[in-house]
């Protein structure tokens, strides 16, 4: 039997167009209800065990001091929610 010590996480991290080539969502962006990037799906095993989406800097108006806090929060969400995922999905990566 395996022990939780010899579980190794194993992080890939993957890039997609939600946009096909005829300006249609995408097959990947339609089964997982992607609407608007960035979007970060987490998968153990194949399936979804949490979905963040963050906010597109590149549509936001306003000072150059509120997107850079909107970026450092987005980011800080992002590593949040990588490390509660990582703990749930590999404890022993701690």
């Known amino acids: 039997a395996a022990t939780a010590h010899a579980q190794r996480a194993r992080v890939v991290f993957l890039q997609h167009n939600v946009v096909d080539e005829y300006d249609f969502a995408s097959d990947v962006a339609r089964l997982h209800k992607v609407r608007a990037v960035p979007a970060f799906l987490f998968l153990d095993d194949?399936?979804?065990?949490?979905?963040?989406?963050?906010?597109?800097?590149?549509?936001?108006?306003?000072?150059?001091?509120?997107?850079?806090?909107?970026?450092?929060?987005?980011?800080?969400?992002?590593?949040?929610?990588?490390?509660?995922?990582?703990?749930?999905?590999?404890?022993?990566?701690?």
Do not use: H, N, Y
């Open 46 to 94: 194949g399936a979804v065990v949490e979905s963040l989406r963050l906010r597109d800097i590149r549509s936001m108006g306003g000072s150059k001091e509120l997107i850079q806090k909107t970026m450092a929060d987005d980011v800080s969400r992002l590593k949040q929610t990588f490390w509660r995922v990582l703990m749930r999905c590999a404890p022993s990566a701690r």
